[in-house]
């Protein structure tokens, strides 16, 4: 076995992946299958491309070395290979196939989970790896403490920064209660030493070099529509605009910023030090984080400081907690100036929003209300499904009750197992009112669903952002809820701009009235529709020039 281990090094070092899986395969017998081998033989199939048969291979070679290794502490390579086949495998399946997904796609996992629990609970890499899981399946209390788990048996700073994101989407902390642990975050971030840091330099030129970094400028991704705002409506004379790319993949998006910037950089390959030491070079003056606590952000660069102003803006609505970020956009619906004290940064106030949407390139078109055919009102909720949390939920069951033959239509961009949710709008006996929509490839045919929903209702206390300026742009009016700080309190802000103060709850119960009210009024339903057809392009909404004029206006004013 000893030579053929080594032959095996050898083809795996050649890449010869293909001849790899077809060895093990098919020249050996069941029993010289150790595994070791089949987890070569899985991790072959998906070096060799992830095609999604190459994939379902994986997952059963994984699946099988799992259960023929007698030494848990072998378990670590096949269990996170396991892992991350069943995660690819799991969004796969989401965007290509209109089958509702299920919790029990991942039994295998669960079952090696249980049966090794104890091995899993003291392997940090293996607990947080598992956490791929855990946010395809869990409640968002479970998600929560399991992050907590991971941090407490590593010190994992991204461990703490999710367990911190997730609480977004739950009640339970209020504002400065979130200010004190994101703070936390601030203490763990690396710092690097002076003497091999490039020195912060002032441009000190007649324009002011601006930049943006993020890892969502790709696609459709929402942070794409509120940034094409600034990126097509500046003064070039004024403003040198830099983009920082924290994302492998150029697309078309990137492609088509490019010939509005002063210049792109990709860093997303780069190591911490070197981006700070290209940021600083780059003479910066104002940097603008659009990631925040999200998914791949660059925490590291804002704590060594890259420029002498930097701000959280956009992709992340709430404190950073990090010592280091100096300012945070909102707007005066959104930060009362009494609670300033509870974000770290300090507030820069937006005249009139803290975000403007650049619009679609489809053209608009007035739909009535799709129930005076239908005959049946129709609410929808195109939001993350992890903002649906158990308060929504007995919201909106209270809603469809009241509003005899109602439906629901539910549609998330994120891969996420649905037996929850149908749990618990089971439990209180509106189900059957409830349509989950598969995922969409094409935007433009997510945007066509619109034209099938009367009324849309926000989340809370998460609100929806993008879903709000979606459906008032086509002309749907969207139900939301006041809150209690910045990511609580977008839908007001949203509504207020739009002109549609009226659609703003008090409290649940005043949310539960408003929406009733309106489904149950044909009349004014039509007539706030038609309202937001003829003047919503004028609002603060979709008014870029001014959104943008405002923006940098306030940056200059800042800078001087």
């Known amino acids: 076995m000893e030579t053929k281990s080594t032959n095996f090094l ?19 017998e069941e029993k010289d299958k150790t595994p070791g081998l089949l987890n070569l033989c899985g991790v072959s199939r998906m070096l060799g491309g992830k095609s999604p048969a190459a994939v379902k291979s994986a997952i059963q070679d994984f699946k099988n070395s799992c259960l023929k290794e007698t030494v848990t502490e072998k378990l670590f390579d096949p269990l996170k290979n396991l892992i991350n086949a069943s995660v690819i495998h799991f969004d796969n399946e989401f965007r290509d196939n209109e089958n509702e997904l299920k ?16 091995f899993f609970e003291t392997n940090k890499d293996l607990m947080y790896n598992f956490s791929k899981v855990i946010v395809r399946t869990s409640d968002t209390e479970t998600i929560i ?5 991971v941090f407490d048996l590593s010190s994992n700073i991204d461990a703490l920064i999710s367990s911190i994101f997730f609480r977004n989407y739950i009640f339970g902390w209020d504002q400065e209660e979130f200010l004190n642990n994101s703070k936390k975050i601030s203490d763990l971030v690396a710092i690097h030493k002076n003497d091999v840091l490039e020195k912060i330099i002032n441009s000190k030129n007649d324009k002011l070099n601006i930049a943006f970094i993020s890892s969502d400028i ?6 794409v529509y509120f940034l094409k705002t600034i990126i097509n409506f500046y003064d070039k004379k004024k403003y040198n605009i830099f983009i920082y790319n924290n994302n492998l993949k150029k697309d078309d998006t990137i492609k088509e910023f490019e010939d509005k910037v002063f210049n792109i950089y990709e860093i997303r390959s780069l190591k911490d030090i070197d981006v700070i030491n290209k940021i600083r070079k ?12 999200t998914s791949d952000h660059r925490l590291t660069l804002f704590k060594n400081r890259v420029a002498p102003i930097q701000i959280s803006w956009c992709g992340y609505p709430n404190t950073t907690g990090l010592s ?3 300012y945070l956009i909102a707007d005066r619906n959104l930060i009362k100036p009494d609670e300033e004290k509870y974000y770290s940064e300090k507030i820069i106030y937006l005249p009139e929003i803290w975000n403007c949407h650049y619009g679609y390139d489809s053209k608009r078109e007035f739909n009535s209300a799709p129930s005076i055919l239908k005959k049946f009102i129709t609410f929808g909720s195109f939001n993350n499904f992890r903002k649906i949390n158990d308060d929504v939920i007995e919201v909106w069951s209270e809603i469809l009750k009241k509003v005899k033959n109602s439906k629901l239509m539910l549609k998330t961009s994120f891969p996420i197992s649905t037996e929850r949710f149908k749990e618990e709008f089971d439990k ?24 099938d929903i009367d009324i849309a209702l926000d989340t809370f206390p998460y609100n929806g952002v993008t879903t709000s300026f979606e459906a008032i742009w086509m002309g749907v009016p969207v139900v939301t809820m006041k809150g209690h700080n910045l990511n609580s309190r977008c839908g007001e802000s949203i509504n207020k701009n739009a002109n549609l103060s009226s659609l703003i709850g008090n409290d649940k119960k005043d949310y539960i009235k408003k929406a009733v009210n309106l489904a149950l009024n044909e009349e004014e339903l039509i007539k706030i529709r038609k309202n937001i057809y003829d003047n919503v392009s004028k609002t ?7 959104f943008s004029d405002g923006f940098f206006s306030s940056l200059e004013k800042l800078y001087n």
Do not use: A, C, Q
């Open 10 to 28: 050898k083809l795996l070092k050649e890449k010869k992946y293909s001849l790899i899986v077809s060895i093990i395969e098919n020249e050996l």
């Open 103 to 118: 919790k029990d796609f991942f039994d295998d996992i669960y079952f090696f989970y249980e049966k090794n629990k104890s």
């Open 145 to 149: 403490k399991h992050y907590k788990k």
């Open 218 to 223: 790709r696609g459709k991704h929402s942070v």
């Open 282 to 293: 780059d003479k910066i003056d104002i940097i603008i984080d659009l990631n925040g606590l």
């Open 324 to 326: 280091g970020m100096d």
């Open 428 to 451: 209180y006996g509106v189900l059957e009112s409830v349509i989950i929509l598969p995922f969409k490839k094409k935007f433009s045919n997510h945007l066509e669903i619109y034209k």
């Open 540 to 546: 603060p909404l979709f008014d870029k020039k001014k």
